[in-house]
């Protein structure tokens, strides 16, 4: 897969994209980042890449040409791929979008600044808006990382099978439910004693049961987005009886 990323702050970047799983998946050549400031694409002294509002009422506007000539660029090394405009407004990203975008090829984001970005951009090159959730950034930088880090580790190949994405949570579509590790006994905390036991089949249900418990507890609305089975359904009605006894 191939990234561009149009942005002003191109430096943001590099520290986040050179760690860890990302860092790894670049090196192996799963994922190629290519990070583009937008002021090359300037043409005046000062490198301006905003301007005030037409209409007035204040606030800056991120000037379409610069944002044009940047994907122009890209495109004439790679054609054909994916534009998606960062912005409060857009879409709400979430797994199953991360799941459809880690099928590109190519994926060009460019990260809106200031208050907005001419409209004429969203019009005429954004195939995509995307919102990382309901609160304002400063800048598209932040949810472009968000959004390379959550399709990336998405690749086939990225993650080692140890971790396999599907059985995140959202890879189930529901929460996953708690984990332990050594030691057995913490501050008087014990580990639940079905994980020591080596029954694989019981240990399976008990996390079922727990993921469920932990969705059922926190997130409600996902159980109606997924097909419980009646196994599952029998356990969503045993946890809601102790969740009111
Ligand atoms: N730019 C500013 N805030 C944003 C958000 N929540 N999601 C995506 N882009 C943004």
Not at 65 to 86: M, W, Y
Not at 151 to 175: H, N, S, Y
Request: hydrophobic residues 40%.
């Amino acid at each position: 897969m191939r990234i561009d990323v149009v942005t002003i702050f191109p430096g943001m970047f590099e520290p986040v994209l050179g760690e860890s799983i990302i860092k790894r998946a670049r090196e192996q050549g799963f994922v190629e980042v290519e990070l583009w400031d937008l002021r090359r694409f300037t043409d005046d002294r000062h490198r301006t890449t905003d301007d005030y509002a037409f209409g007035g009422g204040g606030g800056m506007v991120m000037k379409p040409e610069p944002i044009f000539r940047a994907v122009e660029a890209i495109s004439s090394q790679a054609s054909g791929g994916r534009v998606i405009l960062l912005t409060p407004q857009g879409r709400a990203f979430n797994q199953d979008i991360a799941r459809e975008l880690a099928r590109e090829r190519h994926l060009i984001l460019l990260c809106g600044r200031y208050e907005g970005v001419d409209d004429r951009v969203r019009a005429r090159l954004a195939a995509d808006e995307l919102s990382i959730g309901d609160y304002v950034l400063t800048g598209g930088e932040l949810p472009a990382m968000v959004v390379i880090d959550a399709v990336v580790r998405l690749i086939p190949g990225v993650l080692g099978q140890e971790d396999a994405p599907a059985k995140d949570t959202f890879g189930m579509g529901i929460l996953e439910g708690p984990h332990f590790t050594r030691p057995r006994e913490f501050q008087g905390m014990r580990v639940p004693d079905i994980l020591l036991s080596g029954n694989h089949g019981a240990i399976a249900q008990w996390r079922r049961r727990e993921a469920l418990r932990r969705t059922l507890e926190r997130r409600p609305e996902l159980l109606k987005r997924i097909n419980l089975d009646e196994a599952d359904r029998e356990l969503v009605r045993e946890i809601v009886l102790e969740m009111m006894s």
